[in-house]
């Protein structure tokens, strides 16, 4: 359903509460409270009721100022994508200026797995949202995708990196694949060879990969089918002669 109101276009109010005890209220202050708890105790950790008591206010209060708990979620991933570093090199550098792009995003959500899981669910529309996506348009536009190739990449670029941050952040060591004593490669390299043939001829690859290559390696993927897709950047095609 398409929600009548824009969270981010929504005029702040004006609190009416003071005195020496309690701060004025704001949309600001609940959000911020909202995403100090979101990356202290995780997704399940944040609620309209502990922001309303840490700001020691009833829960009745905040909907003057949100909506309901999908809105605050909204505003909360915006706050938190502004620590995106959305800055490059020079003109020209596109492919080390986009994996900066990648790596800032991935930084930011690995650093916080509750917001990862958040990104995930929430519908990221807001001014940094919008910040991210009109930066990843205008590399691929240097790199010469075409528009409509470069609109759908910065979709595989954002779910992939959301969701390996979201699989992989806050993991306990013994479930990481990287852990040579952990529980994914005792499972991997006990497998037998004649129930699980090809699991136990690439058990050593299929637990490699690890301090960043295999991030390294699906963008260069991602990057090498986004590219050749690309009327644009295609294969040249024939002439009539075959040439």
């Known amino acids: 359903m398409v929600r009548a109101r824009n969270p981010f ?9 003071g005195g020496p005890v309690k701060a004025p209220l704001s949309r600001q202050a609940i959000v911020t409270e909202a995403l100090r708890q979101l990356r202290r105790d995780g997704l399940p950790g944040m609620s309209l009721r502990k922001v309303a008591t840490a700001l020691k206010t009833g829960p009745a209060s905040l909907y003057a100022y949100v909506d309901d708990l999908q809105e605050l979620q909204a505003l909360v991933l915006d706050r938190a994508l502004g620590g995106v570093d959305t800055r490059g090199a020079k003109r020209g550098a596109w492919r080390s200026n986009l994996e900066r792009l990648v790596a800032s995003y991935l930084e930011l959500l690995f650093a916080s797995p509750g917001l990862a899981q958040l990104a995930l669910s929430a519908i990221a529309v807001g001014p940094n949202a919008l910040r991210i996506t009109e930066r990843f348009l205008g590399l691929l536009e240097e790199a010469g995708v075409d528009r409509r190739t470069a609109a759908w990449a910065v979709d595989l670029f954002l779910l992939y990196a959301t969701a390996i941050a979201a699989e992989h952040g806050g993991r306990e060591a013994k479930h990481d694949p990287a852990n040579p004593k952990g ?3 005792r499972a991997v390299r006990g497998v037998s060879a004649g129930d699980y043939p090809h699991i136990h001829a690439a058990r050593e690859e299929i637990l490699s990969g690890g301090g960043g290559q295999r991030v390294a390696w699906a963008i260069d993927v991602l990057l090498k089918g986004i590219l050749s897709s690309s009327p644009a950047r295609g294969p040249q095609k024939r002439t009539a002669r075959g040439r």
Do not use: K, L, N, Y
């Open 9 to 17: 276009e929504a005029p702040e109010v004006t609190s009416r509460r």
């Open 183 to 185: 529980a994914v490669a």
